[in-house]
């Protein structure tokens, strides 16, 4: 008779199923499927939080020097990250929900033909041929108005990072292959990425695989009506069970009751963006207390702290460090849930991961 599935085998298969066996920097990208990049650094950026836990001897700043020699694309999926290039067909060409005005496409039609006779380009050299000035943003405050015009040529598809310069975005002209436009290949690629985001997150309160549905609306708006189609096909297709009222989902080829996901030993401070961590109502429910990324939080206010790395001891995430190295040497600050766990393990696991941080966050 198979394992009944609780809400304990649900925690230790979230867990195993993303903290996979460490391996090479192409191919924990392809296993993860995407990537979310945040530029702020507290120690790292959260794309290289999430790698080094899954990459053999992964320092800070790896994928970014390594990105132009690797088949990875920065590009839009939920969000903003880094994701396989063969994911991109199921969203290229990008059509953008937000229209151009005539003056703006004007201004981008003449970006494009800069950088295409030009080749890679600094966003300073175009500002420095076009002096756009700025313009307002999306927050009411105000944006360099190259920026924008880069952004959203890159955002349509018709510019790529090449690479990046000091963290800085290096631009060149890119061209995708016509998309087959026909009804049935749209539901195809409606339900592709339905199934990558569901490989990537699960397993899946329901009303966080609807979320996450909306959310593609960012990488694919244009096939906002596919994915909503395709996500009702998926509710019957995705294996599922309900505990305590919240129906859950994952990819039918997948046990969660299954031995192999007995968690390890090791203690991790994960990105506040980590795929064990992200979808934060399924926090709530696997681990039983809730927490925030308060980055943009005032200080007065904040609970957890500035940056703080939510800390995952076996299959528990007991608590969450907020971790500066201002001179090279780690100052941690910890907090947690309940009760500081007690005993040798516990301290001997952490020693381990604020030295295996230490390593990380040392240069070659």
């Not at 800070?60 to 390594?66: H, M, N, T």
């Not at 681990?287 to 790395?309: D, M, N, S, V």
């Not at 100052?331 to 952490?350: D, S, V, W």
């Amino acid at each position: 008779m198979p394992a009944a599935i609780d809400i304990d085998a649900l925690r230790r298969y979230a867990v195993a199923r993303t903290l996979f066996k460490p391996t090479t920097l192409p191919g924990a990208i392809r296993r993860l499927g995407f990537v979310q990049a945040d530029p702020i650094r507290a120690p790292a950026r959260a794309q290289d939080l999430t790698l080094r836990h899954r990459v053999v001897d992964y320092r800070a700043g790896d994928l970014e020097g390594r990105y132009s020699r690797l088949a990875v694309e920065e590009d839009c999926l939920v969000n903003y990250g880094f994701l396989p290039r063969e994911h991109l067909a199921l969203m290229h060409p990008r059509e953008s929900a937000r229209v151009w005005d005539a003056e703006t496409q004007r201004k981008a039609n003449d970006v494009l033909a800069f950088v295409r006779e030009r080749g890679p380009v600094h966003p300073r050299e175009v500002e420095l041929h076009f002096a756009h000035g700025r313009v307002k943003n999306y927050w009411g405050g105000s944006s360099n108005a190259t920026t924008q015009l880069l952004d959203g040529l890159h955002y349509r598809g018709l510019l790529r990072v090449k690479r990046r310069d000091s963290g800085t975005r290096i631009y060149e002209a890119v061209a995708h292959p016509p998309a087959d436009e026909s009804p049935e290949a749209r539901a195809r690629r409606a339900a592709a990425l339905i199934e990558l985001v569901v490989r990537k997150y699960a397993p899946l309160p329901a009303a966080s695989l609807t979320y996450l549905v909306r959310l593609l609306g960012y990488g694919a708006p244009h096939l906002s009506a596919q994915t909503q189609a395709a996500l009702r096909l998926a509710r019957d297709e995705l294996a599922n069970c309900s505990i305590d009222g919240t129906t859950w989902y994952w990819p039918a080829d997948e046990n969660p009751a299954s031995r192999r996901h007995a968690p390890d030993d090791a203690l991790r401070l994960l990105a506040p963006f980590d795929p064990v961590v992200w979808d934060r109502r399924r926090f709530a429910l696997l681990w039983g207390w809730t927490y925030k990324f308060e980055a943009y939080t005032p200080a007065p206010k904040r609970q957890f702290g500035y940056y703080a790395l939510p800390m995952l001891w076996h299959d528990r995430v007991v608590g969450w460090a907020n971790v500066t190295a201002p001179d090279g040497r780690l100052r941690p600050g910890f907090g947690f849930a309940e009760r500081k766990p007690a005993g040798a393990a516990f301290r001997t696991a952490l020693d381990d991961e604020l030295q295996r941080l230490t390593q990380f966050l040392a240069p070659r």
